[in-house]
């Protein structure tokens, strides 16, 4: 029986995508899977290369960068009935031996789970933050670090090693494994967010709706982390905060979606001036500095022309719309 549709969604990561193609098949031997990668419009020949060493994979091939969300449920749409998981992969990503056995059986076990998310590391063994809480005023206002140490049991850290699978508000959205029942009852990923808190939207819908999600910590996978962000890094920055602002007022009082979009730009623009002020003393010779300079002035800019849609990730044609 074929109970898994692992979902790919790729943007110009050709090696990653292979590379991560090929953890599936060599690390999960003892369930049935079908593999779907997403293609949203590379021009580095991403899709020949599946199709050359994986002629097996069902690909679909968009024109255009149509967001994660909206990639996503192009596959869910051709496949949602067809199998019991979905599993959402990142092209950064590698599969551990026994990493989907172990969300696999979990999720077999507990028929409340909606999601489960995989404990994510560097290559090195490093762990990395694997689950969140959901954005609320409090995390995004300050500093996040600071208030895991101040409320570890709130806000948990990658500090915390979890010996046993645990509940948790949202899991990071770099390798999980959904229940296709939970998909049907709640809805597909909310293609308002084109990229970034998409799967946190998803979490704190299902959770809504009386399923639950889980960290499977023995669900080990390697995350090389930000590979796509690194390629368009303002533009990035700029697709986060629009995406933070849709979770505000999608899930979140007025009060608060008003206050965060107050104090998020005063944020902005006091880490503009601090930055700038660095880089002057410094005669913009630390690459560090300059580089968050340029970051926090585009995000300073997005605002300042009322956040259009064309300044980001999404495509060029889209501007006007």
Known sequence: MIALNFIIVNWNTRQLLIDCI????????????????????????????????????????????????????????????????????????????????????????????????????????????????????????????????????????????????????????????????????????????????EETDWCYRMQKAGWKVYHVPDARVIHLGGQSKKRAPWQSQVEYCRSLYTFFRKNRSTFSYTMLRIFYLAKITLNLATNGVGNVFVFFQNEKLRYRLSIYYKLFLWHLFLCPDWMGLKPVKNKRQ
């Open 22 to 197: 090929s953890s599936v098949h060599t690390t999960v031997t003892d369930i049935g899977y079908h593999i779907s990668v997403v293609d949203n419009g590379s021009g580095d020949d991403s899709v020949k290369a599946v199709h050359d060493q994986f002629p097996q994979v069902f690909v679909i091939e968009n024109r255009e960068n149509r967001g994660f969300a909206a990639a996503v449920n192009q596959a869910l749409e051709k496949h949602i009935t067809t199998y019991t998981y979905s599993v959402l992969l990142n092209t950064d990503t590698l599969l551990q031996k026994g990493a989907v056995q172990a969300m696999y059986s979990f999720m077999e076990q507990h028929k409340d789970a909606g999601i489960a998310g995989a404990q994510l590391q560097k290559p090195d063994g490093t762990r990395q933050h694997s689950y969140d809480n959901h954005p609320t005023l409090a995390t995004e206002l300050f500093n996040k670090s600071l208030l895991r140490w101040l409320f570890p049991e709130k806000y948990p850290s990658k500090k915390t090693l979890a010996k046993q699978p645990v509940e948790v508000e949202s899991v990071i959205g770099a390798c999980i494994m959904i229940r296709n029942k939970a998909i049907e009852d709640v809805g597909e990923l909310d293609e308002d967010y084109f990229f970034f808190l």
